[in-house]
């Protein structure tokens, strides 16, 4: 089974190439912002408090995400070649309990991190937003983020390098060459 987390500041290219790994390798795809984003859209209680949080710029509490995380893994077909994580975990404590609970089920990730320039992520980010529709796709709120990122995500790549499992990536280039450095971490990593 092939379990990749894919780790990166906003606007670094994880849902894209997301895309690219699930049907290339023939994996389920968990993108958390679009679960979330879902939530939202359902109108509920919580998809209110969610709302407020991604308008913001700011993360989604850990506790509330803990449980989007363990019912997407219990709802993993038994055929499942593995999962992609788009943008989850997004602090050390999500980290430490997305151990946990692969390990529940006997099962290990590679955690590959997509470092893309901040003037880049800004610049794609605002080209994005001219068409998302994304309350959050505006320069203030892509400036919190980012700044977001550095204080709580950015930690996680440490936890990853610290448990031998954390391969990083020139995020800068084209899609397509992105996608082919990929290609190859993943060959690398499952040798
Ligand atoms: P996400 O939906 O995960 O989105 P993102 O970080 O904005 O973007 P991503 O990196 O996926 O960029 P994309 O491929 O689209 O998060 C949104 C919000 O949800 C968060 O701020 C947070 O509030 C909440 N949330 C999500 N997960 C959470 C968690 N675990 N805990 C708490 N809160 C959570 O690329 C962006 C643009 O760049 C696209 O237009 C794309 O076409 C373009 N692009 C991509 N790669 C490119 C390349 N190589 N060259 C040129 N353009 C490129």
């Given at each position: 089974m092939l379990n990749i987390i894919l780790c990166g500041a906003p606007g670094s290219g994880k849902g894209t190439q997301s895309a690219f790994l699930a049907e290339k390798y023939g994996l389920q795809h968990l993108s958390t912002g679009d679960a979330l984003r879902g939530e939202v859209k359902s109108g509920s209680e919580l998809g209110k408090k969610i709302e407020a949080q991604i308008a913001a710029g700011n993360l989604v509490p850990d506790d509330m995400m803990y449980g989007v995380i363990e019912h997407y893994i219990e709802q993993l077909?038994?055929?499942?070649k593995g999962m992609i994580f788009d943008?989850?975990?997004?602090t050390v404590a999500q980290a430490e309990s997305l151990t946990e609970l692969l390990k529940k089920y006997h099962m290990e990730a590679i955690m590959i991190d997509l470092m893309v320039d901040e003037h880049l992520l800004t610049d794609r980010l605002l080209e994005r937003g001219k068409i998302s529709?994304?309350?959050?796709?505006n320069l203030e709120t892509i400036r919190h983020r980012i700044a977001v990122y550095h204080d709580q995500t950015e930690p996680v790549a440490g936890y990853y390098l610290h448990q031998g499992n954390y391969f990083v990536i020139?995020?800068?280039?084209s899609v397509e060459e992105v996608s082919i450095q990929l290609e190859k971490v993943i060959d690398l990593a499952t040798r």
């Open positions: 077909p038994k055929d499942s943008g989850y975990p997004r529709g994304r309350a959050d796709d020139n995020g800068n280039r």
